[in-house]
């Protein structure tokens, strides 16, 4: 699963095979940044996408397994995204210019279709790649202020804090908060590490708030 650069594809090794899924809310993307300029035919297309999200939010609300959520998106889906048909429409018909924006947003959609839609065909392929987009942009951002540590012990440190902070964002937990609750138990921190980690020290917390029966 990637956008549709053609770097992020690895090369094919002997007995190999790849099996290509594409980011849709790239290719969404490409409409929101034209829609000031077309609105009619933007709305129809972001609609359209909508729904299939919809559905995929259904999908996980259910509790679909694998299966059932290929199923689903085959039934329901699918026939959204009969959109291919139109989006080949607006240049047969000549009611979008080729280099416009919208133009540039329709081309590709039309030329990602097959990696964009894996999802109707794999178990398990996902609409986007927004999950690890939103990981790596944590990791990109943190180079960009690593630019200005002055020293390599800065930088080790920055380090810590950085995967620190997005380890408890995954956790559910305020990484501020937690990182005090380390300070003020430091010592049963050195005594019990795996009970002070972020998706289980409140529970360490609440233990340690409970009176002991005498």
């Not at 590709?108 to 987009?133: I, M, S």
Request: proline residues 5%; aromatic residues 10%.
């Amino acid at each position: 699963m990637c956008d549709a650069l053609s770097r992020n594809t690895p090369k094919l090794t002997d007995g190999a095979e790849i099996l290509l899924a594409n980011c849709l809310a790239h290719g969404r993307r490409q409409f929101v940044e034209v829609a000031a300029n077309f609105p009619e035919p933007c709305r129809y297309v972001l609609e359209t996408l909508g729904e299939v999200y919809k559905y995929d939010a259904e999908a996980r609300f259910r509790n679909l397994s694998p299966i059932e959520r290929l199923a689903f998106h085959q039934q329901h889906s699918a026939p959204l995204l009969k959109l291919y048909d139109w989006l080949e429409a607006q240049f047969a018909l000549k009611q979008v210019e080729p280099n416009s924006g919208l133009g540039k947003a329709i081309t590709y959609l039309l030329r990602h279709w097959k990696g964009l839609t894996t999802f109707l065909r794999q178990v398990d392929a996902p609409l986007d790649n927004n999950v690890c987009e939103r990981a790596l942009k944590r990791a990109v951002l943190h180079r960009k202020n690593a630019l200005f540590y002055r020293t390599l012990h800065g930088a080790e440190a920055g380090d810590l804090f950085m995967s620190l902070i997005h380890t408890c964002e995954l956790a559910g937990a305020n990484p501020f908060d937690y990182l005090t609750e380390l300070q003020r138990h430091a010592r049963e921190l050195a005594g019990n590490p795996s009970a002070w980690m972020p998706w289980n020290y409140r529970e360490t917390l609440a233990r340690l708030a409970t009176p002991t029966a005498a």
